[in-house]
């Protein structure tokens, strides 16, 4: 018998969005990581909130918003906004019911920002990593470091000299200009959509962008992020960056540290070692005498640590893809290392389902 094609509504409906999610979705795993950490983030949440006013949304639903953004390459917060109002997994997700109201977006940024001004990503990072389930996953001895460019969301046009002086801009709002014999520099000219942005060349033959830096150091038994930064685009800043993050190592056991031919510099390996860390750092022997000798490559652990540069690869690979970040967005350094260290922290959420079920 065919059946009738009659759209009725019902009074009440007793269905909630958990009904609707299967008990094997992989959100669901991730979901009570992410729970967990939240949980340990209460008093962090608490401090940069007045304990008195209208209540704004809830520092643990926005932040389930952001890494739905993240796990689906949601391209813009108003399209995210619009995927929480109809899909059910999502409102699932977030901790909203069936019938609760979505927030407006410009509402959503506004707050995204106030737990920039508390390091929340940072936090939520640490947080993650600090789960009774994930501490046994984590080397305490082996890691890795690598820096990556992240394209400012800056034009060319807007890169002008700093006393102003120059050619002055066209009318119209995307008015050309020519470049050509004019002499730029990050000491003589900023961008002024984004002022620390950072004019830079990856290699010879290639052209120079505006760009911000990002950089990981991952732990070397499952490949997990444990610390995130981001800093402005210069020729030593990853070195810098790596040193940073060597300090923050905690314990004082030997450490093992391995990166790419861009820290085989004398400096670098000399402060690695005064910090009690061994740099497996690979030979850069093109044209000069590398800081790496037989005292360091002999050793099977040497190999190893070089052999983990094409999952730090991976793991750039998927953070600046998901997290939208190949041309960032947004600008400024702070806005962007939020980000950057929030979908490091959402890299880590995907992966540990797995590494959980395996240990």
Known sequence: ?????????????????????????????????????????????????????????????????????????????????????????????????????????????????????????????????????VKPLLSTEHFSVDGTLIEAWASMKSFRPKDGSGEPPGPGRNAERDFRGEKRSNATHASTTDPDARLFRKAAGQSSRLCHMGHVRMENRNGLVVDAMTTTATGTAEREAATAMAQAIPGAGRVTLGADKAYDTADFVAEMRRLGVTPHVAQNTNGRRSAIDGRTTRHAGYQASLRMRKRIEEVFGWIKTVGNLRKTRHRGTARVGWMFTFTAAAYNLVRLPKLLAES
Request: hydrophobic share 45%.
């Open 1 to 133: 018998m065919r059946g009738t094609d009659r759209q009725t509504g019902k009074l009440f409906s007793y269905a909630s969005p958990d009904s609707l999610v299967p008990h094997d979705h992989p959100l669901r795993a991730i979901r009570l990581l992410v729970n967990a950490a939240l949980d340990r983030l209460s008093a962090d949440f608490a401090a940069i909130y007045a304990p008195t006013g209208r209540p704004s949304i809830a520092p643990e639903k926005l932040l389930r918003a952001l890494l739905l953004q993240a796990f689906f390459s949601v391209r813009s917060e108003r399209q995210l906004m619009e995927q929480i109002s109809y899909n059910m997994l999502f409102r699932w997700f977030v901790g909203l019911a069936m019938d609760a109201p979505v927030w407006d977006v410009t509402v959503f940024t506004k707050n995204r920002d106030r737990l920039l001004e508390g390091d929340i990503a940072c936090r939520f990072l640490t947080a993650i990593l600090e789960d009774p389930q």
